[in-house]
């Protein structure tokens, strides 16, 4: 009788070491195939520039890259969700960053007046890197939203992407917001004279 108790108890504890390992293995599933997914998306797209800017590369094509601000913006928010739970590091974010504010669009007849908002393209052509003047609210706002996210998984450098997300935000609504309709615009270029009619 005792042996056959034994045996009982034997089979429940696997049992329930068998159960524990499938709970286990299903509520880390998910974490581990985000994190896959990450990794994938930042190997295939985020291009190293130079020491210190990074971008993504939206061309699908290494040998001829292009950077669009929906793109770098989109990045950005990633590489901040990624921080917070401790997949990315604090400089992929900053170089990230970095591209976005040396791709600055300037204002003005002279393209003087400097703003937060990103110029909406950067390509090669002849060897050499062109960037598209205009911008794309859709890029500055996924900007704009990836600084809250970086303040979160980064708060030593809270105070700078604070500053930053506060003067883009300024930028978007100074430059990209119709105050007649209340609306955002498709871009800084977007003024009563570019109505499209449909």
């Not at 890197?129 to 500055?140: F, K, V």
Request: hydrophobic share 35%; proline share 2%.
């Amino acid at each position: 009788m005792k042996h056959l108790k034994f045996i009982w108890a034997f089979i429940g504890l696997i049992a329930i070491l068998y159960i524990a390992i499938l709970l286990f293995i299903r509520l880390k599933s998910p974490n581990n195939t985000e994190y896959k997914i990450y990794n994938s998306w930042r190997e295939n797209y985020v291009i190293q520039k130079n020491k210190h800017e990074s971008f993504v590369n939206t061309s699908n094509k290494k040998s001829h890259p292009v950077a669009l601000s929906e793109g770098q913006g989109y990045g950005l928010y990633l590489t901040a969700k990624a921080g917070t739970k401790g997949w990315a590091k604090q400089k992929e974010y900053d170089n990230l960053l970095n591209y976005y504010l040396a791709h600055r669009e300037y204002l003005g007849v002279k393209h003087n007046q400097s703003t937060y908002l990103m110029q909406w393209r950067q390509y090669q052509k002849n060897k050499k890197w062109s960037s598209d003047a205009n911008s794309a609210t859709d890029g500055d706002l996924f900007i704009a939203f990836s600084l809250t996210q970086s303040k979160k998984a980064w708060p030593k450098r809270a105070k700078f992407y604070q500053k930053v997300e506060h003067k883009l935000a300024n930028d978007i609504l100074t430059y990209e917001y119709n105050k007649e309709t209340k609306t955002l615009t498709v871009g800084d270029w977007a003024t009563k004279n570019h109505l499209i009619i449909i």
